[in-house]
């Protein structure tokens, strides 16, 4: 009887010890900011090997960043206005290296290495970082539960990992849906496109000025070169013999239409504004 008892409490114990690592494992989901920790830009910390990455992209609307801080100090990051995340195969690009993409990367090269599931790009949730009150999405340092730390940074602990919810959208019409048992590797914006309307209008729905559906029918109109008509006729089948669902509405269409003018205008007017400045 006493050795059964002993039995049972070695394993309860081992059980507790067990348990107690896996928690120590788990991602810190809360966003702080720690002010005495050197700040440092993610792709530089990712290619000085301070800080791995790796993406979970549950679909091409859900996805989460994950930073582990490979130091023994704590560092803070700064976040990029807006990433891309692509599927990778057998081999595997240098993390922040250049990835084939609409404009950019390197066309015909390494394509063989990109998955062939939707590549997928935009930036963090504001959900994670509490009431922004009105401050854009990437601006973490400075929102409650964040600290007042500089604009767009947050903290990892030494060995930890933090996990960063991501607000995204599909980069490329047709290819499957990402699935979270897909490896995805973190690409920077302007490696995978040097199209800059495509980058500005992944960091204006990173920042949050725009919805989801304005901001990807925006997306595959530049990626896919789909008129604004084909994006109005889009539409989902649905089961049962019900009548197919539109995919976009009017408004949304429109809304798409007007970003991107908007975009391409700034873009006009940004060296008639420097010009200007330097008179």
Same mark, same amino acid.
């Given at each position: 009887?006493?050795? $059964?008892?002993?039995?049972? !409490?070695?394993?309860?114990?081992?059980?507790?010890?067990?348990?107690?690592? +896996? +928690?120590?494992?788990?991602?810190?989901?809360?966003? #702080?900011?720690?002010?005495?920790?050197? +700040?440092?830009?993610?792709?530089? !910390?990712?290619?000085?090997?301070?800080?791995?990455?790796?993406?979970?992209? &549950?679909?091409?609307?859900?996805?989460?960043?994950?930073?582990?801080?490979?130091?023994?100090? !704590?560092?803070?990051?700064?976040?990029?206005?807006?990433?891309?995340?692509?599927?990778?195969?057998?081999?595997?690009?240098?993390?922040?290296?250049?990835?084939?993409?609409?404009?950019?990367?390197? %066309?015909?090269?390494?394509?063989?290495?990109?998955?062939?599931?939707?590549?997928?790009?935009?930036? %963090?949730?504001?959900?994670?970082?509490?009431?922004?009150?009105?401050?854009?999405?990437?601006?973490?340092?400075?929102?409650p539960g964040v600290g007042n730390g500089p604009i767009g940074f947050f903290s990892v602990p030494?060995? #930890?990992?933090?996990?960063?919810?991501?607000?995204?959208?599909?980069?490329?019409?047709?290819?499957?849906?990402?699935?979270?048992?897909?490896? /995805?590797?973190?690409?920077?914006?302007?490696? /995978?496109?040097?199209?800059?309307? $495509?980058?500005?209008?992944?960091?204006? /729905?990173?920042?949050?000025?725009?919805?989801?559906?304005?901001? *990807?029918?925006?997306?595959?109109?530049?990626?896919? *070169?789909?008129?604004?008509?084909?994006? &109005?006729?889009? *539409?989902?089948?649905?089961?049962?013999?019900?009548?197919?669902?539109? /995919?976009?509405?009017?408004?949304?269409?429109?809304?798409?239409?007007?970003?991107?003018?908007?975009?391409?205008?700034?873009?006009?007017?940004?060296? &008639?504004?420097?010009?200007?400045?330097?008179?």
């Amino acid at each position: 009887m006493h050795a $059964l008892s002993r039995l049972v !409490a070695f394993c309860l114990s081992l059980c507790l010890v067990a348990t107690s690592l +896996a +928690a120590s494992k788990q991602p810190l989901k809360k966003l #702080k900011h720690d002010p005495g920790a050197p +700040a440092v830009d993610l792709f530089d !910390a990712i290619e000085a090997g301070s800080v791995e990455t790796s993406v979970i992209a &549950r679909s091409a609307n859900d996805a989460s960043l994950f930073v582990t801080n490979k130091s023994d100090d !704590a560092i803070s990051i700064q976040m990029p206005k807006a990433v891309v995340a692509v599927q990778v195969l057998k081999q595997i690009f240098p993390q922040g290296g250049r990835i084939a993409g609409p404009g950019g990367g390197f %066309p015909g090269g390494n394509q063989g290495n990109m998955g062939m599931s939707q590549p997928i790009g935009g930036g %963090p949730q504001n959900g994670n970082f509490g009431n922004q009150q009105g401050i854009g999405l990437n601006n973490v340092g400075n929102v409650p539960g964040v600290g007042n730390g500089p604009i767009g940074f947050f903290s990892v602990p030494p060995q #930890k990992t933090v996990q960063v919810p991501l607000r995204t959208v599909c980069l490329a019409h047709g290819r499957p849906e990402p699935r979270s048992r897909m490896k /995805y590797q973190l690409v920077k914006l302007e490696d /995978y496109t040097h199209d800059p309307s $495509l980058q500005e209008t992944l960091k204006v /729905y990173a920042a949050g000025e725009t919805d989801l559906q304005t901001a *990807q029918a925006a997306v595959w109109h530049l990626t896919d *070169q789909m008129s604004w008509d084909e994006l &109005r006729a889009k *539409q989902i089948d649905r089961l049962g013999g019900l009548d197919p669902q539109s /995919y976009f509405t009017q408004n949304q269409v429109d809304g798409a239409a007007a970003l991107i003018e908007r975009i391409r205008q700034k873009a006009k007017d940004q060296p &008639r504004r420097a010009e200007t400045a330097a008179r």
